[in-house]
């Protein structure tokens, strides 16, 4: 049986950070290092099976001090979650959920509920590293997905491929992979049933399966045939030939840089198979995996980016900017772009690297330094290696090391003629140093 | 917002249409070496003297920084101007019927009995069609020859979906695999991979026709308000901070790292090129020499920032923005149409009369597109549903001056659905653009292209 390589390598806590940012959020104070003592076994183990949930740091409100109306206020789901990025004890839990949410890509503009969103968010927490094929059901009569999908609008009377489609192409299978029209269209069949109605001032409710909307005839499907309903349809999908291939790559990409070679691939695939569909052991593998601590680096998402700067700073959510500035840096929770989520590969443009250089600049305003009060070296190497320090240290290229010297070296001259300037110039220079790190690849990237 | 229920296949077209904005995201990485932005043929003498001259004498050099300076100058570098193609979207579906009124066909008053128009100014070339009261602007320049009047624009089997119909004419296909915009592939093209500014979209977001698969494009509200600051940071400090973006952006090596270090080089350049406009206590940095409409819409101050940026020579290809307006207007047709077509209108007039002050004026064409016009027959809470023809425009001192296809009238020229059937279909514009304006191949855009009519585009 084909074994997947685990990591041999000294284990640190770069190594650690390094994980942390891939299975979560990145560090808070301390945690790289504490990690890191626990070997890369231990470290793993201690992601994939957290216990109980326990919030750490001050309760999410907004800036008048309300708390959150997750369900209702414009934008506070978005807040909601990444409350629980930032204080979560189980950030693996919580980025799965991110993966799941990428996967099955639903969007409130088609919900328009923001209780249905966060219903189906809390299925992606609870469900996230068990067994995909139970996922996978849960999804299928998910209410969320039902409207985003049209799952609901799909019967006996008037067949709807949209839910039939998506869920092969996008889910399970891969576009054009080991499926025909004639299997969406059969697929669709199956899984006709489900209903809801429509109650004016309150939107979708009372969703159900009745069989008398269900089309009860034989189908064919992947060359099997039945009188097949939902559950068969999912099952059918989850034990196609082509399915764990799927699973393993799509999974893999949101932890690890490039492919897996095709050792890595097929044995992840026995995992996944010999788990019976299970997630949480092709997870650790891929967790323990050399690629991930030797390979490249991965851009961080906009949200991802945001709660590892709270994280780093043990700051709570206490405005409410970051479900805009979120979406400017392109990634409002609950609204994927688009069917597929979000484009792992394209976060970055003009405009949204613009967003981050605005969410780092509201992370920073409440450190920000006064330049009438506040005191700071007259020496570039000093401010650097302050502001470095107010990060807690994170690695930097030489280029980037460089660029910040020659920019406060760059500051300090200016200030040469003026003691009031050598004062307040440095303060300022040690506000913007904190800033371009941020903003810096580096920080952009883990 | 109604019941999703009733929506039936509307989440893919919509999601579809998401995509075709975000395919432009995938910035790649400038690399060392890579030339600087094909420039628009100003001098550095004559750049300095539009652009920053001006500039200068409001900001002061400290807070402009020396990096930024030279890469502005460099940017307006050598290469001859290009013309420029401005997309003016009225989205929603405009009533063709009542922007084109046509009161000359004894059938129009039996169709729009509550809202049929009466009065006003005909057009030269039909004289059963008369200008909406409201677009005054543009029967002004019409008046004088730069305008040409697409009077029933479209397609065959018009969708009725907003997005789905959208869609198609973003991507310039009867498609909805495709998720490339029409701009975005004629700038990829002929666009240059570290020149974000080629393709420009004045909006929140980036306009789905500019989406492009390999060049950058950039997404601005207006050239003032690409703005960057760092709290309690100011003057000189803030000037060497923001000149410092750029030295963020080098290679490593490592591909992901890479790749934000080439848009944090394009962020660095971008913000150079629209430093001279930026604004200050909520004045844009730039003059207008002609007066906008006063308005709170964005429309009237995005046209004059993009009339200041060909100003000042920075490398502009293609444009996108959405005009003002509710033009879906399945209710209260009258009020709300004739409030956005008017602003749009004005707003246009002034664009061109800017341009014409400038000596930009025989550089810069106006496309003004719909997803479909309306339903001939108004429905019964004065407004109208969605139909098939639509109404469009080509404006500028180049423009042909003649009208693309023609209004087929209302007794043999509707659908079985009653909807105004196309006279002219909007890819052959598009096709006649490329070729005529742009100087591209449209077969290299427009899949089909040889299948579609040319129409003489420019004078």
């Known amino acids: 049986m084909p074994q997947v390589a685990a990591y041999r390598g000294a284990f640190g806590a770069a190594q650690a950070e390094r994980l942390l940012w891939r299975a979560g959020f990145g560090p808070r104070k301390g945690e790289a290092e504490a990690l890191a003592r626990l070997g890369l076994d231990g470290a793993v183990h201690a992601l994939t099976h957290p216990g109980p949930e326990r919030l750490v740091g001050p309760a999410p409100h907004d800036e008048k001090g309300n708390p959150l109306a997750p369900y209702d206020a414009w934008g506070a789901d978005h807040l909601w979650w990444l409350d629980r990025m930032v204080r979560t004890s189980r950030p693996l839990v919580e980025r799965m959920a991110l993966v799941w949410h990428d996967w099955f890509a639903t969007s409130n503009d088609g919900v328009d509920s923001q209780r249905l969103m966060l219903n189906q968010n809390g299925l992606f927490r609870t469900r996230g590293l068990g067994s995909f094929h139970s996922l996978l059901l849960e999804v299928t009569k998910d209410p969320a997905m039902l409207l985003w999908l049209n799952g609901s609008d799909n019967s006996r009377f008037a067949p709807n491929e949209n839910y039939a489609r998506e869920m092969m192409e996008l889910f399970t299978l891969g576009a054009g992979r080991g499926y025909t029209e004639t299997d969406v269209r059969e697929q669709a069949r199956a899984l006709t049933g489900f209903r809801n109605d429509w109650r004016n001032g309150v939107g979708s409710v009372n969703f159900r399966y009745d069989p008398k909307w269900h089309d009860p005839g034989q189908k064919t499907i992947f060359g099997h045939r039945g009188p097949y309903a939902w559950r068969d349809s999912v099952r059918l999908a989850v034990a196609h030939a082509d399915h764990p291939s799927f699973f393993v790559r799509k999974l893999w990409s949101y932890f690890v840089a490039g492919e897996p070679d095709a050792h890595t691939q097929a044995a992840l695939e026995h995992l996944y198979l010999s788990s019976g569909t299970d997630v949480r052991p092709v997870v650790t593998a891929i967790l323990k995996h050399p690629a991930l601590y030797s390979g490249g680096r991965l851009t961080k998402s906009p949200v991802v980016y945001t709660a590892g700067l709270l994280r780093r700073l043990g700051r709570g959510i206490d405005t409410s900017a970051w479900t805009w500035l979120d979406a400017m840096a392109g990634q409002q929770l609950f609204y994927p772009p688009n069917v597929a989520g979000w484009d792992d590969t394209r976060w970055l443009d003009t405009a949204t690297w613009r967003g981050r250089w605005w969410i780092a600049q509201y992370v920073l305003q409440p450190y920000a330094l006064d330049p009438g009060k506040a005191a700071q070296p007259y020496d570039a190497a000093k401010l650097v290696e302050s502001a470095l320090a107010f990060w807690r240290k994170p690695a930097l290229s030489p280029s980037t090391h460089t660029a910040l010297q020659a920019f406060a070296q760059n500051a300090l001259a200016d200030a040469r003629d003026a003691a009031w300037k050598r004062k307040q110039y440095a303060v300022m220079a040690q506000n913007a140093l904190r800033h371009l790190i941020a903003v810096s690849p580096d920080l952009q990237t883990a | ?459």
């Open chain 2, 1 to 459: 917002m109604s019941s999703c229920n009733h929506c039936t296949g509307l989440s893919r077209s919509r999601l579809l249409h998401r995509a075709a904005a975000e395919a432009g995201r995938g910035l790649p990485a400038i690399e060392p070496g890579m030339p600087l932005p094909a420039g628009t043929g100003l001098t550095r003498r004559s750049f300095v003297a539009q652009g920053l001259g001006a500039f200068l004498a409001v900001y002061g050099a400290s807070r402009l920084g020396l990096d930024a300076f030279d890469a502005g100058i460099a940017a307006a570098a050598t290469s001859p101007p290009q013309q420029v193609l401005v997309s003016v979207f009225l989205e929603g579906g405009a009533d063709a019927m009542s922007v084109l009124s046509p009161q000359g066909d004894p059938l129009y008053a039996k169709v729009r009995p509550k809202l049929a128009l009466a009065g006003g100014v005909p057009l030269a070339e039909d004289e059963r069609l008369f200008w909406h009261p409201a677009a005054a602007g543009l029967t002004q320049l019409y008046g004088e020859r730069k305008v040409s009047v697409m009077p029933a624009i479209g397609y065959t089997h018009a969708d009725q979906s907003h997005f789905t119909s959208r869609h198609y004419w973003e991507v310039g296909a009867t498609s909805t695999e495709i998720r490339t915009g029409w701009l975005g592939r004629y700038l990829d093209a002929v666009g240059t991979l570290d020149n974000p500014l080629q393709g420009l979209s004045l909006d929140d977001t980036l306009a789905p026709a500019l989406a492009t698969a390999k060049v950058p494009v950039a997404s601005i509200d207006g050239p003032d308000r690409y703005d960057f600051w760092s709290s309690r940071v100011w003057g000189q400090v803030e000037a060497r901070m923001l000149d410092a973006i750029g030295s963020l952006g080098k290679p490593s090596g490592d591909a992901s790292y890479d790749t934000v270090a080439g848009v944090t080089a394009q962020v660095d350049r971008l913000r150079s090129q629209l430093l001279p406009f930026q604004s200050v206590d909520d004045k844009p940095g730039f003059t207008s020499p002609v007066t906008y409409p006063a308005s709170d819409d964005a429309f009237p101050r995005r046209l004059a920032g993009l009339a200041a940026m060909l100003g000042a020579g920075l490398p502009l290809r293609v444009v996108a923005l959405t005009a003002p307006g509710h033009y879906d207007t399945h209710s209260n047709q009258a009020g709300d149409l004739a409030q956005g077509l008017q602003l749009t209108s004005d707003s246009l007039l002034a664009f061109q009369r800017d341009l014409e002050a400038r000596g930009l004026a025989d550089r810069v064409l106006v496309h003004v597109w719909s997803e479909f016009g309306r339903r001939a027959q108004e429905n019964g809470d004065a407004g109208t549903d969605h139909g098939a023809a639509g109404v469009g425009f080509l404006i500028g001192s180049r423009a042909k001056a003649q009208m693309v296809g023609e209004f087929p009238g209302l007794a043999k020229g509707l659908d079985d659905d009653g909807n105004v059937t196309a006279t002219a279909d909007f890819r052959g514009v598009y096709a006649s653009l490329l070729e005529q304006w742009l100087g591209v191949d449209a077969g290299r855009v427009i899949p089909g292209a040889s299948s579609f009519q040319r129409t003489s585009v420019v004078a």
